[in-house]
């Protein structure tokens, strides 16, 4: 039997035969297999010819070099040794001839062995000296019994059958040979972490360092290309080590298996979690962020490629796992051996900046690979950081019709993909042509004058540029371009160029531009030139464009050109007039001489006008003597130039009685305007009788003249004022003196000059300070009426005059009202009111006045105080979000505060004024209501001025004096020529302790009025209304009882039963009203039970009224419609609907219409309002048309009654018919309410106290009336209540009676009680049922007309 080796080289030998034989016919098949079956033990060898790995380059030589892998596969290990060792030891070459071919084999190597593993899988391994193809490096899975046996070579599981590749010699670029890479690994331990496990030099650092890594050495240490497994660190969360494995490449399959083999290299103390091993890959993954620069509004894309396929992607921001949503997108492409993930994101924000990370995740039970990259991206705003500024063009300009603006735009960086372009959006569509240069954009105008008219100068048209990134960010700037138009201004005067002191004259300015910013008026004289700050003047309106200066009063500071200049921005555009002033005395700078003088017959008297010397006019100037005109003379007198004429009067006849003589002055300037003077009075002297004559003039004994004040007369002006003579004891006396001071004429006079200058407002600051330091200096001369009289003046003058609102002004202003409003001067202010009335009035209007024009400074109105005046106040702007609330304390620590609600702030206009002003004394000046008094602080509270708008204001008032009673909200209302008083109108009143709330609906100046108490002080009307109650109360119980007693008797037909019925029903009434009258003394102030009260008070009243009506109507009703007759229940329902249905509704529809608005009762006393509401006239009216008609019955009944029967009366007829008159009256005027009308004339504030005592006897005694004249002079009563005294004459009386049976009212009870509620509801206590009696309707109805009057 041949042996294994013999034939092994037999079918080696045969196997390169056959493959160089095939080479030659069938082109080199790489893969050839040969089959021979050796009897040698029944081994059978698989001979195998695969693709040829390498050629052997053939240069010229005719041989070729193969290199061929044999596969031979063993039934029995035991023979692999022997095999590598017969081979091994071969001597080669060796050569052979087969087929004709030299066949040389020069060496014999075993590459590979494979040993069988079971589940059609073998374990292959390389023999030294060579290596894995680097094609399969990736392919190989280390055999776990190789893994777990360390001194054993690597080995690799194949799946049988194995066709290779095979190992191969090794060289560079074998499997493992590569530069060593070093992956970064973790694995925890699920032990508890020692301090120690932080410090390298510790043991127990070390230990487990040493046992781990040899634990990840034996593990890994078939991974191609292995070199060390070392040991980082350790760190909390259980242990996590950290290690890193160096290795020429690894795959994560590879490293998993790896990791399968550590826990069985390392003791279980360590305890180590088999899924933990992570590796953590941050170098290899190709981040890429698309554009570079972002802006806002720009789509980004992020794109992270590595080379490991993973499906599983997952994006961060800011460690925030993104997800797909309408602005973020997530598109994941994997291959066989790369992953590709793309982050889209749309209209980035700067939110959108921060770090960006990408993780691919391979995953597995015992092992998670993770590639990991991050970035950081920063959006930007895409700001255009320099452009054109707004800018203003005019039109018709020249030079910018030739050269136009340049509009530009830039960015801060330059963008290969940044785009731009113009919009033009505005009144005025003038264009341009527009360029790009790096990072900007320009657009350069062509203006055209014909694109831009006069009615659109002042226009605005915007120029937007935008800027593109081109990726969907973009930004854009607003160039605003102002087109302006040179304006052509015209000016006219209502006057040709010269105009006299004095007069008024306008000019106006028109513009053919109507959107101009403002007009400024000025006045050039000579070398200066002066702005005219006059708003009270100048009246602008833009459509049309016209401003008009109005000038009042004509001074020589009025004299000039005058320029009016619109302005739109920088842009002017005037026109001028000249206006010269002529010199011409004003009326009140003339002094006359005398002012008033007597004057005899035949005598001379000099009449003189004087004004300052200081003119430099010539005037032509006459006197005017009842209409007869006299030339002056002129001549100068100190300061004064003075004109005169000596009139000589001729008396036409004697008369005692002749009427005074008027003369006057008159002036003529040079342009023939005059003026006239003021009148001097001139009275005739009668019968030549005088007891004074001398330089002052002549007069009677008790005469009084007037002169002016020539004494203190300066060069400055003419001293204000006059003194008024008095002819005693045969001289003239000074009576008084109302010459102003020095200082206070010159501080009237600069105040006058002020309010007509043109630059009243730039000097009002100073003259503010002059007046307030000269009135204070000068305080003593306030003791004289004509001085106070004159500061009050001067306030009201500059008052007028808008200042700034600084503290210096108003506390100058302010100062100086706190010096003529001392208590010190409280007795003049008395004189003053009695000589010139209403004084203080302007003065507390000037206040107003000066509050109203105070001009904000930077949007604020200080606060400030003086002695007795307090100011504060607000300005109206867009932030006014809170309520107007001020609070004020005056030194006696009175206080008051003032509230205006948010919602009524809000409806004023932008930069209006609210300013307060609370004042100590200023309010006890002003006249009183006597008995009324100011009790508390006085408040005003004004909006600037022209803000026409009612404001509801709430103002809370500490009383001054406490023990004052009824407190009434008034406010100062001004009347014509600045008179006034109290008045409560618009203004409601709550008192709440010691303060009174006020809310009204309108701003002025307000207060608080009380009274001193004068209850309990016992009058005469409360004495007789009291006792008169009484008296009346117990009249009507007797009345009521005599009824019950004797009501059967006296009701025996109908006209006698409805007339008992009237009275029984107004006999209850009154007694109710009067009863509630008297509870309304212990209800004063309990205002619900007052209301209470109050309304029955009105009804039973009413009631009274109703029934009184009801008992005329019958009486009437008897005596004209004698042949008709009404049913008893008809009547009766008509009366009681009429005495109590009326008098309920006409009640209830007061009290539903006064209550709610809390105007039902006064406030003093529980009756009918009648100052708020008018309520009482519920009363009144109903009262009135009662009495009215009652008066028109017993006119009626007293027509009948003399009516005459047959033929003519005769004188004993006649005295019966007045007796009968006489009883009618006497017994119809308390039952009728007559006596009610002298209670009307009480209602009039200046009636009589007659009046009231006369009504309060009459009223109080209406229970008494009812007793005599309804009960007790009725024959009919007076015979009821004798026959009840005589029970004889009772049987009698009923014997004579017709046939009448008595039956018992149904509603009888106990006697007289029941029969007294029977009677008061209209049941008689008998019923009629049969007459033997006939009688006509006539004579019946006549004797029910005669018992209604008996």
Known sequence: MPSWGTAALCSLFLLVAESCQTSQDSEFDPFIQYATNSMLEEERFHLEWQRQKRNVLTFDFPTVEYTVDIEVSLTDLSFLGPVKEYFKNLNLPVSANVSNVELTVSSINVTTVCLPTGENKSCCSCESGYAWPRAVCSDLITCPSVSL????????????????????????????????LVINMSVRLNTVFMNDLGDSSSELYKKYKADLEKAFNESYRCLPGFVLATVTSFRPGSVSVNYEVTAASATFKQIENSNRFVPQFLDTSYRLIPTSFTTEITNQTNFTVIPVDIFEGDTITLI?????????????????????????????????????TILKITEVTTVDSGSYMCIFTNSSLYYKLIYKAMKAINVSPLHIISHLN?????????????????????????????????????????????SFTGNCTEYKLKVNALLCPPEKSGTVTTYTCELHTGHGASTSQNIRVTYFRTARVTITSSIKTFVSEGRSFNLTCTSDVSNYDNVIWKIQDRNTTKIIDCPMCINSSKNPAKSELSVRTATEAWSGTYICTFSQKNLNSSANATIMVVPLP?????????????????????????????????????????????????????????????????????????????????????????????????????????????????????????????????????????????????????????????????????AESLVNNPEARAKLPKYLDDLQNLTAQKQSTLNHSANLGAIVTILDLVSSIPVDANKFNIKNFLSTVDTIADDSIIETWKVLDEQQPHKSSLLLLSVERFSEYLQPVNNTIPPVNTDTIQLEGIVVTENSKTDYSKNFTSKENLTVNVLIDEAEIQTLPQSSTIVSVAYSTLGHILPQNKPMLVNGLLLTTTLSRNRKQNIHINMTFAKKNTSLKEPQCVFWNFGPNSSGDWNSSGCTTIEAEDDVICSCNHLTSFSILMSPDE???????????????????????????????????????????????????IAMSLLLADIWFLVTASTQNKKHICIVVTFFIHLFYLSVFFWMLSLGLILLYRLVFILHNTSKTT?????????????????????????????????????LNWEDSNALLAFVIPALIIVAINLFITAVVIIKILRPTIGDRTNKQERNSLIQIGK???????????????????????????????????????????????????????????????????????TKSTSLILVTPMFAMSYPFSRTFNNLCGKTGKYRVSSSEPSSSSSENTSKSYSLLN
């Open 304 to 340: 992270c490629e590595t080379n490991v396929a993973s499906e599983n992607v997952t994006w961060y921001h800011s460690g925030q796992i993104i997800s797909n949503s309408n602005r973020h997108s997530v598109i994941t492409q994997v291959t066989q051996k790369t992953s590709r």
């Open 1015 to 1065: 209850s309990r002080q016992g009058s005469t009307e409360d004495y007789i209304t009291y006792i008169g109650l009484g008296i009346s109360i117990l009249s009507l119980v007797i009345c009521l009882i005599i009824e019950s007693l004797v009501w059967k008797y006296v009701t025996n037909n109908t006209t006698s039963y409805m007339r008992h019925v009237c009275i029984l029903n």
């Open 586 to 750: 004003l009326k009140q700078n003339i002094l006359l001489d005398p002012i008033s003088a007597f004057i005899q017959n035949n005598k001379l008297q000099t009449l003189k006008c004087c004004i300052n010397a200081n003119t430099s006019d010539d005037y032509n100037v006459t006197f005017v003597v009842q209409e007869n005109e006299f030339q002056a003379g002129k001549n100068k007198e100190g300061y004064l130039l003075c004109y005169y004429t000596m009139y000589n009067y001729t008396e036409t006849k004697p008369d005692s009685n002749t009427s005074p003589l008027l003369a006057y002055c008159k002036f003529v300037n040079r342009i023939g305007d005059e003026v006239k003077s003021n009148h001097i009075i001139l009275q005739p002297i009668s019968g030549g009788k005088v007891d004074c004559s001398d330089s002052l003039g002549t007069g009677e004994q008790g005469a009084k003249i007037e002169k002016p004040c020539t004494e203190l007369n300066s060069e400055h002006g003419l001293n204000r004022g006059t003194v008024t003579y008095e002819c005693s004891s045969s001289s003239w006396v000074v009576s008084r003196n109302d010459c102003l001071s020095v200082t206070i004429n010159s501080l009237l006079l600069g």
């Open 149 to 180: 046996a360390p001194k054993q070579s690597c080995g690799y599981i194949k799946q049988l059958p194995f066709y290779g590749p095979y190992c191969e010699p090794q060289v560079a670029d074998s499997c493992g040979m590569g530069e060593p």
């Open 1131 to 1167: 009547q009766k329902m008509v009366a009681f609907c009429l005495g109590y249905g009326c008098p309920f509704v006409i009640a209830v529809i007061t009290i539903a219409v006064t209550l709610p608005k809390d105007i039902y009762t006064r406030k003093k006393v529980c009756w």
């Open 390 to 434: 707004d800018i203003n063009v005019t039109c018709d300009s020249p030079e910018m019709q030739t050269n136009g603006p340049l509009l530009f735009c830039c960015i801060d960086r330059q963008l290969p993909s940044l785009t731009g372009d113009w919009k033009v959006n505005g009144p005025i569509n003038i264009t341009g042509v527009s």
């Open 1224 to 1294: 009618s009256v006497a017994i119809l005027t308390p039952l009728l309410g007559l006596t009610w009308g002298f209670g009307f004339a009480t209602i009039i504030k200046s009636s009589s106290r007659a009046f009231h005592i006369l009504f309060a006897l009459l009223n109080a005694l209406q229970g008494l009336f009812i007793l005599v004249f309804g009960s007790l002079w009725d024959k009919k009563i007076q015979e009821a209540l004798l026959k009840r005294n005589s029970l004889s004459r009772w049987s009698s009386q009923q």
